[in-house]
């Protein structure tokens, strides 16, 4: 079965993992402030706090922002279910904005719609989360501007994202917003097993994501109550929790790093032969933004049914029986049972429901080379033609 995605590890990435294995250090070592710093500068952001996923480094990013009951949070119905799940761990209500039919990513101008009238019943958002869908970056400067306006707090999930560029420069720079979030599982860009890290470049909020990633303990005698009884001494001073990263994920972490670019150019030429070879089938292919350079982690085609003679349903499982692990990002949040439960419709977002519909994610990753790329072109052909 060719994957929709999958990491690539080298000689020089299991080095590194075997380095820390002989090391003092399993966990609470060097490598993670290595990590953090290789992504801080790659991003050009201040402060890097990593984590053991995406999840937690969405979870914590919340609380670092004051969420909590009687707040809302507003995310994309287009995203991996974590994306929202993160402002009901902090007991705040969650809602959607509806996608741009283009991008797939959420629409500035459904946000202004929906603050409109947020505004006239008391309800703005705390917090709004836009995803930057498949690695391409939501219109930024427009959410910015939104929040300036109506006083939420931005955090990006990035997780399909690092490598790529917004404007010119870095996603997860914070220019936009107030913290950034990547995940690190093995299907995104780069891997640490499973892994998260938030980027800020606000001094108090990476303070804050710091504690809470541990327990909500600190050693350091400055954040404390009264003066250390000891050498020994640390004192609680938030409940948080163990969202620690491992050494051994963070040296992967580094090592991943030195191919970033390379991991994301290549993605570009895979899309590249995938938009010329695919172009007569009846599908859309991903529409790629000017102000966006993506870092491409999905190729998410929407078949135009209309032209077909076959269901959503019987083409994604032909070719999966052809060996192609094609997959479907996503199934609208608000559709999921537990959504549906806290009073959310199947109709609310419809152009994410119109989407889910017709999406198909094909092969993308480092390892897919020509001759399994023509394998999955071929397969296409076959199914769709
Ligand atoms: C993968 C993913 C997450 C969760 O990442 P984990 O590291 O697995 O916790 C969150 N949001 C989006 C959009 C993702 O794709």
Known sequence: ????????????????????????????????????????????????????????????????LELGPGDYLWTSPNTFVASANCGLYCGAEVNFVDIDPRTYCMSADALEQKLIEADKQNKLPKIVVPVHFAGQSCEMNRIHELAGKYGFRIIEDASHAIGGQYLGEPIGNCKYSDIAVFSFHPVKIITTGEGGLATTNNAELAKKMELLRSHGITRDPDLMTRKPDGGWYYQQIELGFNYRMTDMQAALGVSQMQRLDEFVQYRHVLKNRYDELLSDLPIIRPYQSTDSHSALHLYPIQLELEKLNKSHYEIFHELRENGLGVNIHYIPVHTQPYYQRMGFNLGDFPNAERYYERALSIPLYFGLNDILQNEVVASLKKVLQ
Do not use: W
């Open 1 to 64: 079965m060719i994957p929709y995605g999958r990491q690539d590890i080298n000689q020089a990435d299991i080095e590194a993992v075997i380095e820390v294995l002989k090391s003092d250090f399993l966990t609470q070592g060097p490598m993670v402030p290595m990590f953090e710093k290789a992504i801080t500068e790659y991003c050009q952001a201040r402060f890097g706090v990593a984590t053991n996923s995406a999840t937690s480094a969405l979870h914590i990013a919340c609380l670092a």
